[in-house]
């Protein structure tokens, strides 16, 4: 584990791995952040998660991330760890949380759910159990990680949703910080209908969020009136995605909507210029969450043939806007806090300590989890946030899911990031 605090010392720009690249490099001098130890014991802790947390001391708070991975999956996780360090410093600087200052530290789980739950379970068995869990995803590690902290009674912030991690009836102290795919495809049908389409061919990968997406695409198109032309799947692993595009070219759609992350993206625009296919692209946050898009060649496609056809949805936040102060500050905080190596739709976590600060100073506690997620629920403390990277979170008692409408989405063409944030 990474002890993380935020002093006076500037960031190694040397390479010395991903650990190294999400240290804080710039100087808050206001805050001495103390380190957090958690060292794991062996055995089970049959104790409840108030007995371990101290109502006194700094408030601890763990955020997992795949910093040891490869590519954008390193890339993105690094941008979601920064992004929960910003949040705890700006908490802080609000003078911590019902006077208590709060203290981070970071897990790599390599983007791997085998080793974050190794991890995790070696963090509940420790001496010091933490307030707060970060998910940085993607949705696979989540899907792994929730239903532990469920038994635990730990408060969680992810950011990959998967089918029941927004829901309180299977993870009731668990809040998805990513939007819900019902918001993602109301955006989705608005944007389509004001473009004129009407056939439309679905591609998604095999993650758990590819799935619902694409389950769910199909449903909703179909709902709002659209014509589903073709839907394929294809794995994730799989280097060539050829077979499936030429089943959706067959049905002569009038665009592709796209879920693809990572590497798959890659191949995806690959397929699509190898079949010679001129089709519109409308590609979901997954795709606009991947770095390569954003990166001009050899590394990436930027200004390539690939994308020429290739529209993204993003949120307003990841769309530079001289006029939006209070997310260009927070942009600031987290270009001081760490790298930003990946647009903003990575910076949910953000978000997250100023839920919590919100929600505990409501609940004049923040040791008691079930009041913290009771107030988690109430309009006036969910405004009272103040998040930045969404507005306003509305989760409901029915849905730990974001609920936002279409005008919180944008849907723009690939161009450069520039501290996360599209130019």
């Not at 200004?303 to 020429?308: A, K």
């Not at 405004?383 to 989405?409: C, G, K, L």
Request: glycine letters at 10%.
């Amino acid at each position: 584990m990474t002890k993380q605090a935020f002093g006076s010392c500037p960031l190694n720009e040397e390479r010395e791995g991903h650990m190294q690249r999400i240290r804080v490099k710039a100087a808050f001098a206001a805050l001495a952040v103390s380190a957090l130890a958690l060292a794991g014991c062996a055995g089970g802790d049959t104790t409840s998660p108030d007995d371990n947390a101290s109502s006194e001391g700094p408030i601890r708070v763990v955020v997992f991330g795949g910093i040891g991975a490869e590519g954008i999956l390193a890339n993105n996780a690094t941008t979601s760890v920064t992004a929960a360090q910003a949040s705890v410093a700006a908490v802080n600087e609000m003078g911590g949380i019902l006077g208590r200052e709060v203290v981070i530290d970071v897990i790599d789980d390599t983007a791997d759910p085998t080793v974050a739950v190794t991890r995790l379970r070696e963090l509940m068995a420790s001496d010091e159990r933490p307030h707060v869990v970060m998910n940085s995803g993607p949705s696979t590690v989540a899907d792994a990680m929730i239903p532990i902290l469920t038994q635990e009674r730990v408060l969680s912030f992810n950011i990959g949703p998967t089918p029941t991690s927004g829901d309180p009836s299977v993870s009731p102290y668990n809040f998805d910080l990513s939007a819900s795919v019902p918001d993602y495809l109301g955006s989705f049908t608005y944007e389509l209908g004001e473009r004129g389409y009407e056939n439309v061919a679905i591609l998604h990968g095999s993650s758990a969020y590819g799935e619902l997406f694409g389950s769910l695409t199909q449903e909703t198109f179909a709902e709002a009136g659209f014509t589903i032309s073709g839907a394929q799947g294809y794995d994730n692993a799989s280097l060539d995605m050829t077979p499936q595009l030429e089943s959706l070219q067959a049905t002569n759609p009038d665009v592709l909507v796209l879920d693809a992350y990572g590497a798959p993206l890659g191949y995806v625009l690959q397929g699509i210029e190898r079949l010679g296919w001129d089709i519109p692209i409308m590609g979901n946050t997954s795709v606009s969450a991947t770095g390569l898009i954003a990166t001009e060649p050899p590394s990436g496609v930027l200004g390539t043939d690939q994308v020429r056809n290739l529209t993204m949805q993003v949120f307003k936040s990841t769309k530079f806007d001289p006029a939006a102060t209070e997310v260009n500050e927070a942009v600031e905080r987290m270009a001081a806090a760490g790298d930003i190596l990946s647009s903003l739709i990575l910076a949910y976590n953000y978000d997250g300590m100023l839920l919590v600060k919100a929600a505990a100073e409501s609940a004049g506690s923040i040791d008691d989890v079930d009041a913290l997620a009771a107030a988690l629920l109430d309009e006036e403390v969910q405004q009272a946030a103040n998040t930045q990277m969404i507005s306003w979170y509305r989760f409901t008692a029915d849905s730990h899911t974001p609920h936002v409408a279409p005008e919180d989405f944008l849907f723009i063409g690939p161009g450069p990031l520039v501290n996360g944030q599209y130019q």
